[in-house]
């Protein structure tokens, strides 16, 4: 690893440049999960959606316009990516998991232009109690809400809506794991 020079720091980015001139921004939680829930319901197949508010971008046209996700979180300084997401489903989703539930695990890099690894995971609620979500009591996940949608309801939102980038990779795991025809 390189040695970088920090540009700029705030309580939750900073800004680093490399000794080879790359420049990269870290969070203060580096890494993250992201958990796509599903569930049996009889025959059909039901994926949950999280919609929480979509970042600053030029297209959005009101503070709180929200996009679909799958559950998301920051991965705390001694916590474990599995533990993250048992914490995130029960705080954003209402589960209480454990590490049976988890299906499947991939990584990725979140952009070019972070130093941050995500920790996809497929989550299996089939026969769960769904209860309220706890939230962490912040605005932006106060203004959050979650949507049991279809397999075709889902495919429909990953075409044709903005969606957080581990959706998508979730979704393809998902099939690839399922052997679903296509």
Known sequence: MNKATKLFSNEWISVFKSDKGFTYCQRKSIDSIA?????KNGENLE????????????????????????????????????????NEVKEEAGFY?????????????????MNEKVFNFLVDVS????????????????????KWVSRQELENILENQFTLSSLHTL????IKKNHVKI
């Open 97 to 113: 998991i454990n590490e049976s539930n988890i299906k499947q695990m991939v990584k990725n890099i979140a952009t070019t232009q």
């Open 35 to 39: 958990a796509l829930l599903f569930r």
């Open 127 to 146: 026969g769960l109690n769904e209860n309220e979500p706890t939230t962490d009591g912040s605005i932006f996940e106060k203004v959050a809400y979650n």
């Open 47 to 86: 994926f949950l959606i999280h919609y929480q508010p979509l970042p600053e971008i030029k297209e959005k046209k009101y503070w709180d316009e929200s996009y679909a996700c799958p559950i998301t979180g920051s991965i705390e300084e001694k916590q474990s990516p599995i533990d993250c997401c048992i």
């Open 171 to 174: 979704y393809l795991l998902f």
